[in-house]
């Protein structure tokens, strides 16, 4: 904990005075124009990797990355999503996966879940990116079986984005833009997913 006190200290101290007419006007309202959909990894910090301003991105994160699909039980997730869409009016919604990804570990050995009756119920939403895991990429190494079933994961919660009706309602409108990312943690680089092609290419 004193490591987080000295954090707010420095913080107080140092950039909320150089930052304080910023931050003043954020107490007044907030109009972000990305909402990011991401893991609750802890080396995952879109803010961090992408650059951006307190005030500028609507971030929701759970294990894998997940978006329910439409019509089941309310969730965190799908409320987001629909305060995002509806009530911000955020301009792009982008699924961020990412490497060595936990979640989708156990989706691949599920067997360990079995003290985790939460998670493997979560997990369940995983289920259909064994249908979209993409071709195995030998620069992925060891670990290719799992980078493809992560990029398949994303393929499989756009699916899942698109139900909702905030969603599909903004994309006809042409009000919102989704978007499906890979993120590499050793590289530090970013993939997108062209729906073109349907495959991954490097962000640029």
Not at 42 to 69: A, H, K, Q
Not at 146 to 170: C, D, P
Not at 192 to 204: I, M, T
Request: charged residues 25%; contains cysteine; neutral net charge.
């Amino acid at each position: 904990m004193e490591r987080l006190i000295q954090g707010y200290k420095r913080f107080r101290a140092e950039v909320f005075p150089e930052r304080k007419c910023h931050f003043h006007l954020l107490a007044q309202g907030q109009a972000p124009e990305w909402l990011i959909i991401t893991c609750a990894d802890s080396r995952v910090l879109p803010t961090l990797i992408l650059g951006i301003e307190p005030g500028d991105m609507f971030i929701t994160r759970s294990i894998g990355n997940i978006v329910p699909p439409a019509g089941e039980p309310a969730n965190g997730t799908g409320a987001t999503v629909e305060y995002a869409v509806e009530a911000l009016g955020v301009r792009h919604a982008i699924v961020l996966g990412h490497s060595d990804c936990g979640a989708m570990k156990a989706a691949l050995a599920p067997e360990g879940l079995n003290k985790l009756p939460l998670s493997q119920q979560w997990l369940h939403f995983v289920q259909p990116a064994h249908e979209h895991k993409q071709p195995l990429n030998p620069e992925d190494g060891e670990s290719a079986e799992l980078a493809s079933l992560i990029r398949g994961n994303v393929v499989t919660q756009l699916e899942h984005l698109r139900q909702y009706t905030s969603v599909s309602r903004a994309i006809a409108e042409k009000r919102l833009t989704i978007h499906g990312w890979y993120y590499d943690i050793m590289k530090g680089e970013i993939e997108c997913y062209d729906e073109r092609r349907k495959r991954f290419v490097a962000l640029k």
